[in-house]
Every structure is written in C-alpha cells, then in structure tokens.
C-alpha cells in the first residue's frame, strides 16, 4: 500500500484531568473518505481540533504528505492542503455567499492569480449549489445553504485533505440525500476526506474505512460493517447489541 497521504500518531490532549484525546492514530490514504465515528464526548471533533491546528498537541505527531505540521498555525497547515468545515458555520456575516467563497480563494495549496479569484470563487459557489443565492447575506439564507457556504469555503482553497465535522447533521432527507451525492462528487476530484458523523446511512454510504473512538481511544478500525460489528463498538457507540 502507498504511504498515507495523512498520517497522526499518538495524538493526546489533556484538558486538566481529563484526557480527551488518547493516543489517538490513524492514517488517510489518497482518495479514502474515512469515517471518524463514535458516541458524544468520544473526542472526535477534539482530534480534527488538533489536525487542523486549532488547538496545540500534548503529545503525538501530525504529517500530510510526509511533511510533520503539528507545529504550525492553521493558515501554514491551510497552505499545505488540509481544509476543514465546523459543526456550526461560521461565514463573514457582512460578506455576501460569493464574497465570502472569494475570500477563502486566496488561501490555499495553490494561490491562484487575483484576475482569477473571482472565476475561482464562482466555480464553487455552483458546485456546492448556491448559484442563485451568491448575492445574500449568510443570515437571509438557510441553515442547510449555510453548511453548504461552509462547504464551498474549505473547497476554494483547494484541499488535498479535507474534514468535514458533522456538516450533514441537522438537514431532512432530501438535504440528506443531496448533501451525501455532494461529498461522493467531492471524493470523484480527488479530494481524500474525513468525515465526522453519527447518522449511519451516512457512514455506510461514504466511507471506505472507519476509525472509532470511545472516551479519547481508538477502540476499532477498519471497513464500516466489520467496525460496526465489533461488540466493543456495539457497546460504546451504539448503546449495546440489541439496542
């Protein structure tokens, strides 16, 4: 097998007593959507924290493409190809839709030209379907437009690495169904993904593997229903066999 193209290993994060992060590894390969998975207060949204920069390690290492990053500030790490969106978006609230793809298109692997940052920003705002609202404000539109506003941001700095913190929770299922053709047509560029998610069609639908954490630890990794199988996940993240 190729060397990951993301690779972290004995990542670990205490926030006073509590080690919320665990000796946490795992790898993403070149066009892998891996499944990062497990029940509340797991430690998920805490270890795309620290791959994304956005808090600093205890203990552990981080490297994309070879290259160590847990070092560096998260616009360097943003530079080297790994973008991320939140649970809750966060747009430019004075910022129109485009305005606010068009300044996410300056950072980046690949800083395109500024007579091509428009053409950039609008090549996303279709792709992830809000062509037709480019010209609003992020709270004249709805919360399903805004997680795909912020979807369209991580996209226009051209990610080789991309992690995607829960951004279909909260949507119905025809949201549900277009949000999931979205990701696979996202995967289709090339982009290797990590997704944060609870909703099982989700996970079963897009991932190639999965990673699972219990109380900071990995507790199972591997294909989604081998994972989903194992009576320690069954337990921790499902409630119990016949739950």
Not at 135 to 154: F, V, W
Request: aromatic content about 4%; charged content about 20%; some cysteine.
């Amino acid at each position: 097998m190729s060397e990951p193209l993301l690779r972290c290993e004995g990542l670990t994060k205490v926030f006073g007593g509590l080690r919320a992060v665990d000796g946490v590894d795992f790898e993403l390969h070149a066009g892998e959507v891996r499944g990062l998975v497990g029940p509340n207060g797991s430690g998920k949204s805490t270890t795309i924290n620290l791959l994304s920069g956005h808090l600093p390690l205890d203990a552990g290492t981080i490297a994309i493409g070879g290259t160590r990053i847990e070092h560096l500030a998260p616009h360097r790490i943003s530079g080297l190809g790994l973008a991320r969106t939140y649970q809750i978006p966060r747009p430019f609230s004075t910022l129109t839709v485009l305005e606010n793809v068009r300044a996410a298109a300056y950072f980046g692997a690949a800083e395109p030209r500024p007579e091509d940052v428009d053409a950039e920003a609008r090549r996303w705002v279709e792709f992830v379907g809000l062509g037709h609202v480019a010209h609003l404000l992020p709270d004249t539109i709805t919360l399903h437009q805004r997680k795909l506003l912020e979807l369209g941001r991580a996209l226009a700095t051209r990610p080789r690495v991309l992690f995607l913190d829960e951004v279909l929770a909260g949507l119905n299922p025809r949201e549900l169904t277009g949000g999931i053709e979205l990701v696979k047509r996202i995967s289709a560029l090339g982009v290797s993904i990590v997704v944060v998610e609870h909703i099982m069609r989700v996970i079963l639908d897009l991932c190639d593997h999965l990673t699972v954490l219990n109380f900071g630890k990995v507790i199972s990794q591997g294909e989604p229903e081998a994972c989903l199988r194992d009576d320690e996940v069954v337990t921790a993240y499902l409630g119990g066999r016949h739950a």
